[in-house]
């Protein structure tokens, strides 16, 4: 079982940053691929990043957010971040954590995942 939870949401400027954070209880988080997605008003989950224990740490991002955002790890810390800059008003969602012992190489489907947060509010004004 692994229970997860995210912090770091609220306003920001278009053009700024926020770090968000995703806190990781289980002995056995170190063994997940993390993900985070996020869902905007009125539209369906999708995926954002995810970093892959399975496969070296590796690092998948969606399209619209590569080059702006970066996921990292902290097993020490059994956390999660996605450090998310330049961010634009469409970045405006609710972002999930979430975890799986599946790597999909590449685009980490809403449905493939095992464990789920929250989610915390990002909203990026014009």
């Known amino acids: 079982q692994v229970q997860l939870v995210e912090s770091g949401g609220g306003l920001v400027q278009s053009g700024g940053s926020l770090r968000l954070s995703c806190a990781a209880s289980g002995r056995t988080f170190s063994a997940y691929n993390m993900g985070w997605f996020r869902q905007p008003p009125g539209k369906e989950r999708e995926f954002v990043a995810a970093?892959?224990?399975?496969?070296?740490?590796?690092?998948y991002y969606a399209d619209s957010v590569k080059g702006r955002f970066t996921i990292a790890g902290d097993n020490a810390e059994n956390t999660v971040y996605l450090q998310m800059n330049s961010l634009k008003p469409e970045d405006t969602a609710v972002y999930y954590c979430?975890?799986?012992?599946?790597?999909?190489?590449?685009?980490?489907?809403?449905?493939?995942?095992?464990?789920w947060g929250k989610g915390t509010l990002v909203t990026v004004s014009s």
């Open positions: 979430a975890a799986t012992l599946r790597d999909y190489s590449g685009n980490y489907p809403p449905g493939g995942m095992t464990y």
């Open positions: 970093i892959s224990r399975s496969v070296r740490n590796t690092t």
